[in-house]
């Protein structure tokens, strides 16, 4: 059974930069593709970006200037970063992998979630 | 891609049909997903590729639609049902959701 496990800072100051880690166990890591999705409070689901095992990635265009992620396999992990952190920012912030290999898709497997709360 | 989901909130009675829509503002084929959410949980996967249930979710639960128009229809609901659910879509970069809709009691 796929778990994801996330953990990161959960309380940020504007300007600051949102760092989250996702590790996956109980299945293959190569040839999936590994997402990151947020939820403000109160609200609507938000694509964030994913990456594959060979590091290629697809952001929002809404995000891109601040958006990096990045995957270590041998540790069977993947992470965001978000700089320049706003209000507007503060979110429920899921990893999630989708269920074929190799191709992008409907997401089978959810992290807990991270709350990160941008205040001054 | 705009995905559009209506209604906001859906009250039903418990043993009764509920349909809920969900538009896209351009084609996403049947490269469209449905998920329940509860208080408190992450979302839980229901239909993919438009029609196909997930794994071990009960057949009371439905998906249709191809192009721009789906549905998810849940057949007679159970206490257990009532959340909200979002669609999906993946057939274009940025994959994108819709706003939800949140099925209560009535």
């Known amino acids: 059974q796929v778990q994801l496990q996330q953990w990161g800072a959960g309380l940020l100051k504007p300007s600051e930069t949102l760092s989250l880690t996702c590790a996956a166990s109980g299945g293959s890591f190569s040839g999936y593709y590994w997402s990151w999705i947020r939820q403000p409070p109160g609200k609507g689901l938000e694509w964030i970006g994913e990456i594959n095992h060979s590091g290629s990635t697809n952001y929002n265009p809404s995000l891109k200037s601040r958006v990096t992620m990045s995957i270590d396999t041998s540790n069977n992990q993947f992470s965001l970063e978000l700089s320049s952190v706003t209000a507007a920012d503060t979110a429920l912030y899921y990893c999630a992998r989708v269920k074929r290999r190799y191709s992008s898709g409907w997401y089978s497997y959810w992290g807990q979630g991270s709350l990160v709360t941008v205040s001054s | 891609i705009l995905m559009t989901q209506s209604p906001a909130t859906l009250s039903v009675t418990p043993g009764e049909r509920a349909t809920l829509s969900c538009r896209a503002s351009?084609?996403?084929?049947?490269?469209l997903a449905w998920y329940q959410q509860k208080p408190g949980q992450a979302p839980r996967l229901l239909i993919y590729?438009?029609?196909n249930r997930a794994t071990d979710i009960p057949a009371r639960f439905s998906g249709s639609g191809l192009g721009t128009e789906f549905t998810l229809t849940i057949s007679s609901l159970q206490s257990e049902d009532f959340a909200v659910y979002y669609c999906h879509q993946y057939h274009n970069w940025p994959q994108t959701f819709g706003q939800g809709t949140k099925l209560e009691i009535k």
């Open positions: 351009q084609s996403v084929s049947s490269n």
């Open positions: 590729g438009a029609s």
